[in-house]
């Protein structure tokens, strides 16, 4: 039988990453886009054909594709954060920058949309279904634009080796932020883009 | 050294299974979907998420309360958007 304190050597560390006020942060934008997601999910209960006919109108390999970056660009901030943590500061930048750029990918491919919708006449006055995928869809790319900006101070501030690899959490909590976004959009790509109900 | 290069590859096995995971999902969805197709799309985005919250959020490690929280965020959304639509 094991003394108290050989159990707890046992027990792995347990670490939040990032900062606290992060975390509170977070909660409460995925409280928001949850409350957002209901009400797309509720409306389109209520009133199934406009939801499909209005579906219909989008691409869904633009919606495919502004996945793939999004995701790649998680990726490759995630492994920007490895580097940083193991004082590899510049290769750690040079992630970021690759992050940045496929962020980049995901705002063209965004805009082009918008500006495609808008050219049809599609825009937020149209019907229920355009109301709430403009705001849903728009409040997601406001995010995304704040979360380039974070990238972009990260990148900086990797490339000037300033971060401290022995306490990450400035740049753990940036990297959180982006990983945010990236979870909003996991759901919120299915059920506008996707689901038929 | 070692640890880092561990960790890379492990982030990178993450994203490769969430780029197949996210092809999977848009042949899945998208056509007149019944109750399976919403419960297929709606299983493999937990799955992208938990692939998410544990790997690239590297939630493996923290408290159990963040992690349950983070989990518990996606599973009511998917289960709450499941039900609406079978409503």
Redo the contacts between chains.
């Keep these: 039988m094991s003394t108290l304190p050989e159990a707890f050597a046992t027990e792995p560390v347990r670490r939040l990453p990032g900062d606290l006020a992060m975390w509170c942060f977070i909660l409460a934008e995925l409280t928001l886009f949850a409350a957002l997601i209901i009400t797309f999910a509720v409306s389109q209960a209520l009133n199934r054909q406009l939801f499909s006919a209005g579906r219909a109108l989008l691409d869904r390999s633009t919606g495919l594709d502004m996945t793939l970056s999004l995701l790649s660009s998680g990726a490759l901030i995630a492994l920007g954060v490895v580097q940083v943590r193991k004082a590899a500061q510049r290769r750690g930048a040079y992630l970021l920058i690759a992050a940045f750029l496929s962020a980049l990918v995901y705002v063209w491919i965004k805009s082009q949309e918008y500006w495609h919708l808008a050219h049809l006449g599609l825009n937020i006055e149209r019907d229920t279904f355009f109301t709430l995928f403009w705001i849903l869809t728009g409040l997601h790319f406001v995010h995304v634009l704040l979360g380039m900006l974070i990238i972009v101070c990260m990148s900086y501030t990797a490339w000037r080796g300033e971060f401290d690899p022995q306490a990450p959490s400035a740049i753990e909590s940036g990297a959180l932020y982006w990983h945010m976004v990236d979870l909003i959009w996991l759901m919120l790509f299915p059920v506008v883009y996707l689901i038929n109900g | ?1 070692a640890n ?1 290069n561990a ?2 590859r492990y ?2 096995w ?2 490769f299974a ?2 197949i995971l ?2 999977c ?2 042949q ?6 019944g109750g399976q ?2 419960t297929a ?2 299983g493999i ?1 937990l799955i ?2 938990a692939v ?2 544990e ?5 493996r ?4 309360l ?1 992690r349950c ?2 989990h518990a ?2 599973a ?3 289960l ?2 499941a039900v ?4």
């Design positions: 050294m880092a960790e890379s982030l990178l993450g994203w969430l780029l996210s092809l999902i848009v899945l969805g998208g056509g007149r979907g197709v919403i799309v709606l985005a992208k998420a998410i919250i790997q690239f959020m590297d939630m490690h923290a408290p159990r963040w929280l983070l965020w996606v009511v959304l998917s709450a958007i609406i639509m079978a409503l």
